[in-house]
């Protein structure tokens, strides 16, 4: 941790551990000296929207190229996916409530749509949907807990 001088009273500091300010005398420390405030943290709801956007990538967009003939719209749909949830992954870095909400809308989607459009009804791709929902529920209590936690005022 960033150890800053007091200007008044010339003791030593934890700039983060006394929150700004000086124990001593309780004058505010120089942030100038100090690290920057930390960046929000997106606990595991980067990570899960980052593995089904890998996911769609391998069996979506690989699985479609290997096929004859090859299914250029469903080709498009599949790295149109890819690119939504390879973006809510960088946004759930500093909005993971949102970002995991929209993730879950669209997965939810895509999970009946699946379910409703195919004669096989348990299938692996369905199987793979119904984890990917229940990673998102878990992200999404994870990151309502996150914002529940009380933090220290950085101002």
Same mark, same amino acid.
């Given at each position: 941790?960033?150890?800053?001088?007091?200007?008044?009273? #010339?003791?030593?500091?934890?700039?983060?551990?006394?929150?700004?300010?000086? /124990?001593?005398?309780?004058?505010?420390?120089? /942030? &100038?000296?100090?690290?920057?405030?930390?960046?929000?943290? %997106? +606990?595991? &709801?980067?990570?899960?929207?980052? %593995?089904? *956007?890998?996911?769609?990538?391998?069996?979506? #967009? @690989?699985?479609?190229?290997?096929?004859?003939?090859? +299914?250029? /719209?469903?080709?498009?749909?599949?790295?149109? @996916?890819?690119?939504?949830?390879?973006?809510?992954?960088?946004?759930?870095?500093?909005?993971?409530?949102?970002?995991?909400?929209? +993730?879950?809308?669209?997965?939810? %989607?895509?999970?009946?749509? #699946?379910?409703?459009?195919?004669?096989?009804?348990?299938?692996? #791709?369905?199987? *793979?949907?119904?984890?990917? @929902? +229940?990673?998102?529920?878990? &992200? @999404?209590?994870?990151?309502?807990?996150?914002?529940?936690?009380?933090? /220290?005022?950085?101002?």
């Amino acid at each position: 941790m960033p150890v800053v001088k007091c200007a008044q009273c #010339g003791t030593e500091n934890d700039f983060l551990e006394n929150l700004g300010k000086c /124990p001593a005398c309780g004058a505010k420390l120089s /942030p &100038a000296l100090a690290s920057p405030r930390p960046s929000v943290t %997106a +606990g595991p &709801a980067s990570g899960v929207l980052f %593995a089904i *956007a890998v996911y769609w990538f391998l069996c979506g #967009g @690989l699985g479609q190229l290997t096929r004859e003939p090859h +299914g250029w /719209p469903a080709l498009v749909a599949w790295v149109v @996916l890819l690119v939504l949830f390879g973006g809510l992954s960088r946004w759930a870095r500093r909005h993971p409530i949102l970002a995991v909400i929209v +993730g879950l809308v669209v997965q939810a %989607a895509l999970t009946v749509v #699946g379910y409703l459009a195919t004669s096989v009804r348990i299938n692996p #791709g369905f199987l *793979a949907s119904i984890i990917f @929902l +229940g990673l998102l529920v878990w &992200a @999404l209590v994870d990151a309502i807990r996150w914002r529940d936690i009380e933090r /220290p005022n950085w101002e």
